[in-house]
């Protein structure tokens, strides 16, 4: 009530009120209204406008911007109208049975105040639209230059969406020249104003037609397949070309033309959205001391951002990169800046450390992912390897089990089968400690075992992007070498799940697809960038580097899978493990190996451990 205009607007309204019902009574009786029913007109309206009035502030009438009138408010706006009439039917049939009074004259208001009170909201609606916003700029004589010709890819949802949003922002320097879909049964007809013009095949002659600077790609839950054949039109219409983001914003209303972005690789995977049990990860986070190591990499530090949004306690951030850490918090700490965080700089193989650690913030939940991933430097330094993904494992699978941890997640990856490497072996040692320790405790221990994440440090993506960058040449190892790819987001997510499946022991495996040529994710890349391969930017075959294997696998030999209660989550049917006494035998002469930098003997002793690791000599 303290608004200012608040005052006006109910007064427009309860005139407009005693407009719609003056016209109700000279519509009824032909503009002649006899004695008897004016005194009936002047007694109602003593009670009518304030049920009105309280009706339309029932429904949030006087609580949205009318400026932005849309269905919304006047669906709201049919409902108190409705509910008031009614109310008013209801007075007039049990205090006077009607008698006296004329029925029509209340069906007649019901529709004269929707008329006059929507015809007042939508009314301002238009005067800011043709005063501030695009109207205004549009009107002959004043066309801006500077406007940016557009075209839409997707009369659908998401392109209503974008062409409401370019229309309603007075900011935007967009131009819509028409929409392009391949619906036949669109074609000819408009989306607030805006033409459906043609489909894919004929967007290059349209574009040309019209002049077009750039095309804008609004399509929800598209393929990849599909997208790679629009990819390829905007290719032949010459003309550069991005995105809109996922249908989940569309479908909260969080669509904004600075969502749109450029086309990425990730848009061309052709993963599907993860479905998570959202009820269960929360339950065993929040609340919760949540230790994440490793939370500066590319995995650690999107699962500390995903594990944020399920309300922990505590948020612990390990480590070994200062500014690394120094970032991530500062990102978790404006994304929730209610959290309380606290940044750990420590190596995980640094066991005393550790402890002290644990000791101190007595984490309940912990998802380790710190590890070395870098296959070939992992060859040339593999003490490293067995520092950091062998001893720092066991570290923090036996101070969990110290400490009583709820539960304990580590990364693993699908280069732990039948491992060709030192970093797939260690990895797959990390698997082997994992299954020890199940047996110990409480504590549920479990791994999970995915393949290659787009975009991580040290992928392939980043690589091919800064040598295009140079006008490359962009390095292949092999024409035929695949691999498994998921986004990080993804990924992530369903490591989160995995948790809330693991009872203790279970090697999870993520449901990777199709593995994907690295040649052909190069080609797409370069497209993507706008060039053509082997013409503009050159694909050069280097080889296979030291540790490098063609084909990736999820399972070895004599292991078993069955499916979880999640679909993209499987788990390892294998109850085979090493007890711990015996690995730890087997780890005091690889660790001593290790400190005298005995890269031969190291490989010796993890083939001893890891009978289907097949070191190159």
Not at 461 to 466: A, C, E, T, Y
Not at 545 to 570: F, N
Request: charged residues 25%; aromatic residues 8%; contains cysteine.
């Amino acid at each position: 009530m303290r608004r200012n205009n608040l005052w006006l607007i109910l007064g427009i309204d309860m005139l407009l009120i005693v407009l719609a019902h003056y016209l109700a009574y000279i519509a009824r009786f032909d503009g002649i209204v006899l004695r008897k029913e004016w005194a009936n007109f002047f007694f109602v309206l003593t009670w009518l406008v304030p049920v009105k009035v309280l009706c339309l502030s029932y429904f949030d009438l006087y609580k949205g911007m009318w400026r932005y009138t849309g269905l919304y408010d006047l669906v709201n706006l049919v409902k108190a109208c409705a509910v008031s009439s009614m109310t008013a039917i209801l007075v007039i049939l049990a205090v006077f049975k009607f008698q006296g009074f004329s029925r029509s004259v209340f069906l007649i208001d019901l529709f004269a105040t929707l008329i006059l009170l929507g015809g007042y909201r939508v009314g301002i609606r238009l005067f800011f639209m043709y005063t501030e916003g695009p109207m205004r700029r549009w009107t002959p004589g004043r066309r801006p230059r500077d406007l940016k010709k557009v075209l839409v890819i997707g009369a659908g949802a998401m392109g209503e969406k974008l062409v409401r949003e370019i229309h309603e922002n007075p900011s935007l320097h967009f131009d819509m020249v028409g929409l392009i879909d391949d619906d036949p049964s669109k074609r000819g007809h408009k989306i607030h104003g805006v033409p459906i013009l043609s489909d894919l095949h004929n967007m290059h002659r349209v574009a040309e037609k019209f002049g077009v600077d750039e095309i804008i790609i609004a399509i929800s839950r598209i393929t990849a397949m599909d997208m790679r054949r629009i990819v390829n039109h905007c290719k032949v219409a010459g003309l550069p070309f991005k995105t809109m983001p996922g249908l989940g914003e569309v479908l909260e209303g969080r669509l904004t033309v600075s969502a749109i972005r450029q086309v990425r690789y990730e848009d061309l995977l052709g993963r599907e959205p993860v479905e998570l049990d959202l009820a269960k990860i929360e339950g065993y986070i929040r609340g919760k001391r949540v230790l994440v190591t490793g939370g500066a990499g590319s995995i650690g530090s999107e699962l500390c951002k995903q594990i944020g949004g399920y309300a922990p306690r505590k948020l612990l951030i390990a480590d070994r990169s200062e500014s690394g850490l120094y970032d991530i918090n500062l990102q978790i700490r404006d994304m929730y800046p209610h959290l309380e965080t606290q940044e750990l700089l420590c190596a995980v193989q640094n066991r005393e450390l550790m402890d002290r650690l644990f000791a101190l913030h007595r984490p309940e939940v912990v998802f380790h992912a710190a590890a070395y991933k870098h296959v070939p430097m992992m060859e040339l330094h593999p003490w490293e390897a067995v520092f950091n993904n062998i001893l720092g494992t066991r570290n923090i699978l036996d101070l969990s089990s110290q400490y009583s941890v709820e539960r304990c997640v580590v990364v693993s990856t699908d280069k732990a089968v039948r491992p060709t490497n030192v970093m797939g072996a260690t990895k797959r040692v990390g698997e082997m400690l994992m299954k020890a320790f199940a047996t110990r405790n409480g504590t549920r221990f479990m791994a999970v075992r995915f393949g290659n994440v787009v975009g991580s440090a040290g992928s392939v993506i980043p690589l091919f992007r800064k040598q295009i960058e140079r006008r490359g040449p962009v390095t292949v190892t092999h024409p035929e070498v695949t691999r498994y790819f998921m986004t990080i987001p993804e990924a992530c997510s369903l490591i989160l799940q995995t948790g809330a499946l693991g009872e203790g022991g279970e090697i999870f495996l993520l449901k990777m697809g199709t593995p994907i040529r690295i040649a052909d994710m190069a080609r797409d890349v370069i497209t993507l960038h706008g060039f053509k391969p082997d013409v503009d930017i050159e694909i050069k075959y280097i080889g296979l580097r030291p540790g490098e294997k063609l084909y990736e696998e999820l399972i070895t030999a004599g292991e078993d899978v069955m499916e979880t209660q999640h679909k993209d989550i499987m788990v390892l049917n294998s109850d085979h493990h090493r007890e711990l006494v015996d690995m730890d035998a087997s780890l005091k002469t690889l660790v001593k190996a290790a400190l005298s930098c005995e890269g031969q003997a190291i490989k010796q002793l993890l083939k001893e451990m890891v009978p289907e690791y097949t070191p190159e000599n």
